[in-house]
């Protein structure tokens, strides 16, 4: 009998080739480290394609597509302020060195907006494992918003010794808050949480499902492809004898697979 066609269903095999070749992309990147030029875009482009397909093997690609036009868009113009010498804002003064690929409009690399499709919709998959037991509760939905947001929080307090001292993707310029994090400003932290929240105002009422059936069984999807960036990050770091980066990379990934798999199991 054929399917309804507003029911996503994407074909098993090419979704499962991505996830392949994300595979290996992440394990060229341990083994073959001199090719990171060509396996640092390739693997923030593959993993925002199967999060996009992951996401699609649940909701109609229309809505799918917009969402992670809005986070690309939104996450991007954000980052594109920041980069501005006369803005600097919401992240604060930051600089984009070659190593991060090509250049949008001569401000930010390409890959950044893919990285924020990455970022917002795996760490909300992770934030639906962790509530699961809480999903008929009333304000359910502000929660999953909550938490999500801490999570993107999460992931860039791993990514950005990573991406500053390891990769040197990016460099923090001096700003006059003396506390930092291996040198990046809090306001960075404020900042992307700020901007996850609004990413996530805008793309949530094309995530949630207009007609929802039987309750679907977890999806450890987005839980496997966020312990994929955290454990590259932690490796990273202490490839480059940053041991305490790479330790609270570490703690970041035990804890939220603690609190993912015991919500899944409620």
């Known amino acids: 009998m054929p399917q309804p066609a507003n029911k996503p269903n994407p074909p098993r095999f090419f979704f499962w080739t991505l996830n392949a070749l994300l595979g290996l992309a992440f394990l060229g990147e341990f083994l073959a480290p001199h090719f990171s030029s060509v396996l640092d875009p390739a693997i923030i482009t593959l993993a925002a394609v199967v999060t996009v397909a992951a996401l699609h093997r649940q909701l109609p690609l229309q809505n799918v597509l917009l969402a992670a036009l809005i986070a690309a868009l939104i996450g991007g113009l954000a980052h594109g302020m920041s980069a501005a010498r ?8 930051i600089f984009f060195d ?6 949008i409009f001569n ?3 390409w890959t950044v907006p893919l990285l924020w499709i990455v970022a917002i919709f ?14 008929k509760v009333k304000n359910y939905g502000y929660w999953l918003i909550g938490l999500t947001a801490a999570l993107v929080v999460a992931f860039d307090f791993a990514l950005e010794p ?14 006059k808050i003396a506390v930092t994090w291996q040198g990046t400003a809090l306001l960075d932290f404020f900042g992307w949480a700020f901007v996850a929240l609004l990413i996530l105002a805008f793309a949530t009422p094309s995530l949630i499902k207009k007609q929802p059936g039987r309750q679907s069984a977890p999806d450890f999807h987005p839980l496997a492809l966020w312990l994929g ?3 590259l990050f932690a490796a990273g ?6 041991w305490w980066p790479a330790g609270v990379d570490a703690a ?7 609190f993912a798999v015991r919500g899944a199991k409620w």
């Open 229 to 231: 960036a955290l454990l």
């Open 252 to 258: 970041i990934a035990v804890v939220t697979t603690v």
């Open 107 to 109: 401000t930010i690399p």
């Open 98 to 103: 070659p190593a991060g690929g090509a250049k």
């Open 162 to 175: 990573f991406a500053w001292h390891v990769k040197h993707f990016w460099r923090w310029l001096p700003t």
């Open 237 to 242: 770091c202490a490839g480059a004898g940053l």
């Open 86 to 93: 006369d803005v600097a804002i919401p992240f604060g003064p």
């Open 122 to 135: 795996n760490a909300r998959g992770v934030a639906r494992l962790i509530l699961r037991p809480w999903r």
